[in-house]
């Protein structure tokens, strides 16, 4: 069963940086499967907000482009979520998820929640105005 822990969030001023982390409990998860940056806020439906897949293209929300990246280090197992300028608009809880189908990632649609099998347990990020 493939397990995947976040970590790094926290509250920050308007402006600042965060980077989450997500320790994905196998190295075939980060060698060949989509992997996704999720974020919830109250009474919102959960969205993408950054992928990467197994070719290592990178994709991310429009709301994001320019602020956030994504990236992955497969010697470590673990998947980053450099976040900067951060507003309080990205006052969420981030979660990391992975599935191991490449359609999870295909270009037809963004990271699609229910298209992903495997979910870590979120990471709150808080940013004040």
């Known amino acids: 069963q493939v397990q995947l822990v976040e970590s790094g969030g926290g509250s920050v001023q308007a402006g600042g940086s965060l980077r989450l982390a997500c320790a994905a409990s196998?190295?075939?998860?980060?060698?060949?499967?989509?992997m996704g940056w999720f974020r919830q806020a109250p009474g919102k439906e959960r969205e993408g907000v950054a992928g990467?897949?197994?070719?290592?293209?990178?994709r991310y929300a429009d709301s994001v482009k320019g602020r956030f990246t994504i990236s992955k280090d497969n010697a470590k197992n673990t998947l980053y979520l450099q976040m900067d300028s951060l507003d309080a608009e990205d006052t969420a809880m981030y979660y990391c998820?992975?599935?191991?189908?490449?359609?999870?990632?295909?270009?037809?649609?963004?990271?699609?929640?229910?298209?992903?099998?495997?979910w870590g347990q979120g990471t709150q990020v808080t940013v004040s105005s």
């Open positions: 196998e190295s075939t998860v980060m060698g060949g499967w989509c």
């Open positions: 998820a992975a599935d191991w189908d490449p359609l999870a990632c295909d270009v037809r649609w963004f990271l699609i929640p229910r298209r992903f099998h495997y």
């Open positions: 990467i897949d197994r070719d290592g293209i990178r």
